[in-house]
């Protein structure tokens, strides 16, 4: 079935260093990927999203890559904050049906 | 601020308890969706209305009842719950739901069932 995953469960990084999340689909169908960020005691939060015909966006201070050949998503954190500690989830839209992935910790280390 | 605004932020119900978890956004959405968030899960989703109709529900048990009666508000109808359905309870709203357009999320409910 359809699944979306990431690969590890939690990335520990100095602050002022670049962090990069990764995430794995399996839906060739999906058209459109979005990464969320969940604070604690909050709800996700919207940070970039990408359709299928790029592989690549940036936003501020954040970078979505996408290679649909190898269904591979990741994010890119450039230096990161004690702020960007979160949980991170990646989320693909497929067949009209958004599905999550179970998120990623990141933890910045001051 | 998303823009979604869920009621209660927490929430402590016994298992012979009726509660109603409430949603609301006006931001203009016409697709809203309810969301459950256990620990070490993935988000799963529970039902969705698409211009107030019903269009999809997973399988959730009848003690989950939803409830939308325009496109800004939806509520979550809880009854004889059990200890396992304890966890954060989330809406969200999207501009419809066939659309790829991000979904936006209210802060959560955390539901305690004791």
């Known amino acids: 079935g359809e699944s979306v995953g990431l690969h590890l469960p939690t990335l520990s990084v100095q602050e002022g260093d670049n962090s990069i999340i990764n995430c794995a689909y399996s839906n060739s169908a999906s058209d459109y990927f979005i990464w969320y960020k969940q604070e604690s005691g909050k709800g996700p939060q919207f940070i970039i999203d990408i359709r299928s015909n790029m592989d690549k966006r940036q936003g501020q201070r954040v970078t979505v890559l996408l290679n649909k050949t190898v269904k591979h998503l990741s994010l890119q954190i450039a230096a990161t904050q004690p702020g960007d500690s979160a949980v991170y989830f990646c989320?693909?839209?497929?067949?009209?049906?958004?599905?999550f992935g179970k998120g990623n910790q990141v933890v910045v280390i001051p | 601020e998303t823009g979604v605004t869920q009621t209660p932020r927490h929430l402590v119900m016994g298992m012979t308890n009726k509660k109603s978890l409430k949603c609301e956004q006006h931001?203009?959405?016409?697709?809203m969706y309810w969301y459950k968030q256990s620990a070490k899960k993935p988000l799963e989703l529970m039902f969705v209305y698409n211009f107030k109709e019903q269009t999809e529900n997973n399988s959730v048990p009848s003690r989950f009842s939803p409830e939308c009666p325009n496109s800004s508000h939806l509520f979550l109808h809880l009854h004889t719950l059990q200890p396992e359905d304890s966890a954060l309870y989330l809406c969200?709203?999207?501009?419809?739901?066939?659309?790829?357009?991000?979904?936006?999320f209210g802060q959560g409910t955390r539901l305690t069932v004791v």
């Open positions: 989320a693909e839209r497929g067949n009209n049906r958004l599905a």
């Open positions: 931001l203009g959405h016409n697709a």
């Open positions: 969200a709203s999207s501009q419809e739901r066939t659309l790829n357009t991000e979904a936006f």
